[in-house]
């Protein structure tokens, strides 16, 4: 009889040291996604809203001139990669004439039977052969300049053809704010995503009850769990005055936005 006493006096006491919450269940993140890139919205898969996403574009924006200007650069880079290949031959070959024709230089300018006519001569084509020599490095040199300014506008404009195809897969498509014919800038809101592969509670503590909250046992609807307060902030929310937010992560339930009974609990 007394055990019994006891065991009532003890479970009196744990309910009254047990705080209720309550939280609405919610997808464990909520993205906006706004638009990296200005165009004329071509394509929208409404029939995806409420449904799991691919990797195909829900949201497509026209593309048609950077795919167009991208084709044109590409064959821009081959003609210089062609251009430096056949400028890298040439400077081979007044490699090896530079080489000859200082030989022959350094052979005639101490002969006396040479007049000096002829050692200018040599002399001077010696120079004219460094200066095209010269002339053919700088063009080589210029030519790889322009070809890192094109790799870096192809490289842009990838990603600007990658920003026009909206997708976001795995992802449960929430909301579309945009509609086919609307042109988009930078920065303007296109839809919302939500990541329902788990679910999270958010419930606002007293300062009392934050230093033990994440050993407390977190009982959901009057059923203990083996969840545990995942994210505490020691920082007081700017909304709810002295109280401070907890977040509990939990498993997908079948229903998001059902509102949840929390209870915390020593034990």
């Known amino acids: 009889m007394k055990l019994k006493v006891l065991f009532v006096l003890f479970f009196m006491f744990s309910i009254a040291f047990s705080k209720v919450y309550y939280s609405k269940i919610e997808p464990y993140e909520i993205r906006n996604i706004s638009s990296n890139i200005s165009g004329l919205i071509l394509a929208i898969d409404e029939e995806s809203i409420g449904k799991e996403l691919t990797d195909k574009a829900y949201i497509r924006i026209d593309s048609e001139l950077d795919e167009k200007e991208l084709q044109f650069l590409n064959d821009k880079l081959n003609y210089l990669e062609a251009m430096v290949a056949t400028n890298e031959k040439v400077f081979v070959n007044l490699k090896d004439t530079l080489s000859k024709k200082q030989g022959n230089y350094d052979t005639i300018k101490s002969l006396k039977i040479k007049s000096i006519v002829e050692k200018d001569n040599s002399f001077y084509d010696l120079v004219s052969t460094q200066n095209q020599l010269l002339n053919t490095q700088k063009e080589i040199q210029n030519l790889r300049v322009q070809m890192i300014d094109l790799k870096f506008r192809i490289t842009q404009l990838k990603r600007n053809i990658s920003d026009k195809y909206i997708v976001a897969d795995g992802f449960v498509l929430y909301n579309i704010f945009v509609r086919a014919g609307q042109v988009v800038g930078l920065a303007t809101p296109l839809a919302q995503v939500a990541d329902i592969s788990k679910a ?68």
């Open 200 to 267: 999270k509670l958010t419930i606002y503590l007293d300062e009392e009850d934050v230093l033990n909250a994440e050993k407390q046992v977190v009982y959901i609807d009057g059923e203990k769990t083996a969840y545990k307060v995942s994210r505490l902030l020691n920082i007081a929310d700017s909304k709810n005055i002295s109280k401070y937010m907890a977040q509990i992560i939990i498993q997908s339930p079948k229903l998001f936005s059902k509102l949840a009974k929390i209870e915390l609990k020593n034990e």
